[in-house]
């Protein structure tokens, strides 16, 4: 339990008394491996696509909540487009013209999303110091949802440095 943590946790937080401080070594956004507390909507978007299938690390609640916005606005648009001018009938829905379409566009948005989703959710529960496989909670019905919500909404710990991998990208 004698590590010392990286970097601070915010550029404000001042480090442990028993630790010298440290200079980060970057100015403005943070490097990928490391978590962007505070990260602006377009920053967390990009940094989702850029680490599409990183499972080590860490991610702030800025990082995975502005994503957790742009797959349910997403969803939504997606859903509506499905819906698009069905008719319902006494026999049963007739799908609308969008139907198709919107089908196989929402089949290719998450095909193309459920890896780096659960890579991000992975990383979420790093930044709090649990392990990455508490994502498979998410397989009980009801209550899993309900464990990895309460999960994703803990602040950082400290601790949970010791999943970050400092590297050159």
């Known amino acids: 339990m004698g590590e010392t943590l990286s970097y601070p946790q915010y550029p404000s937080q001042q480090p442990y008394p028993s630790q010298q401080p440290q200079q980060q070594s970057w100015q ?11 990260a602006p909507f377009p920053a967390a978007v990009k940094r989702f696509f850029k680490k599409y299938a990183t499972f080590s690390g860490r991610a702030s609640r800025s990082e995975y909540w502005w994503w957790a916005l742009v797959s349910v606005v997403v969803g939504i648009i997606l859903n509506i487009l499905i819906n698009a001018g069905s008719t319902t009938t006494v026999n049963g829905t007739i799908p609308g013209p969008g139907a198709g379409i919107g089908t196989i566009l929402l089949v290719i948005w998450g095909l193309g999303t459920i890896v780096p989703s659960l890579a991000l959710t992975v990383r979420r529960l790093h930044d709090s110091n649990k392990s990455g496989w508490l994502v498979l909670l998410g397989l009980i019905p009801f209550a899993g949802a309900i464990i990895l919500f309460v999960f994703a909404v803990l602040g950082p710990d400290p601790a949970g440095q010791r999943f970050d991998q400092p590297s050159g990208y």
């Open 28 to 38: 403005g956004e943070p490097p990928l491996w490391a978590p962007y507390y505070g």
